[in-house]
């Protein structure tokens, strides 16, 4: 059984501070990982993917991978209270299969 | 990305009945995915349904509760028949747009209460 792992929170940080979110898998020949962020009430909306070993920048957010630790992280740096939500890591499944399997969520709050 | 929309967003049902949930993308795409989404619970692959091709169900999903249809590139349906209480759940689709990066995109979400 595939599984992605999540710490479900909730994690805390104060307004401005760095936010760090992990997430570690079983599936040892996965390629692609994904962070999805979602809001109470809303459905699932895209942050980052990344591919490679190392570190990917998008603004505020920075994905960071390590396929030998088989652990995925995101980082949020400045975070503000609209950062407040449900943050998903999705692994897709080695094989061809094009198959997400999403951890539970780490419920993050930026309190001001 | 895509414009995802679904249909209905909500809905309150009678045990026993059934529902169909609508899924339209504003592009083609190749392949489409039925979550469920449970309360206080993380993302269930259903199927993923494909143009062309019967729907692929994922262990403890069978197409008798849900069966799927795929008619055209932009547009698949889920049905939940026979629905009990613990069907309640958000029913969520997505699409593969960018078939190179394999990243989904999700639609709004069809809130699902059985009573």
């Known amino acids: 059984q595939k599984e992605v792992e999540q710490n479900s929170g909730p994690l805390s940080v104060p307004e401005g501070a760095i936010a760090s979110l992990n997430c570690t898998y079983s599936d040892r020949g996965s390629q692609s990982f994904f962070w999805y962020r979602q809001y109470s009430g809303k459905s699932p909306e895209l942050i980052m993917f990344i591919y490679s070993n190392g570190d990917k920048e998008d603004g505020r957010f920075t994905a960071q991978l390590n396929k030998a630790s088989q652990y995925v992280s995101l980082l949020i740096r400045d975070s503000q209270p609209s950062d407040s939500a449900t943050y998903l890591c999705a692994v897709l499944i080695s094989g061809g299969y094009n198959k997400l399997i999403f951890g539970a969520g780490t419920r993050l709050a930026v309190h001001p | 990305s895509a414009v995802i929309s679904q249909k209905p967003s909500r809905d309150i049902c009678q045990r026993g009945t059934s529902l169909t949930i609508q899924c339209q993308v504003d592009?083609?795409?190749?392949?489409m995915f039925w979550y469920r989404q449970q309360p206080g619970q993380s993302l269930t692959l259903i199927a993923t349904a494909n143009q062309g091709s019967e729907a692929t169900y994922e262990s403890g999903f069978v197409i008798d509760k849900f069966p799927i249809s795929r008619p055209n590139l932009t547009f698949s349906t889920l049905t939940v028949s026979n629905m009990s209480p613990e069907d309640s759940s958000i029913y969520l689709c997505?699409?593969?747009?960018?078939?190179?990066?394999?990243?989904?995109?999700f639609g709004p979400g069809t809130r699902l209460t059985v009573l």
């Open positions: 592009s083609q795409v190749t392949m």
């Open positions: 997505s699409v593969d747009v960018v078939r190179s990066t394999d990243t989904q995109y």
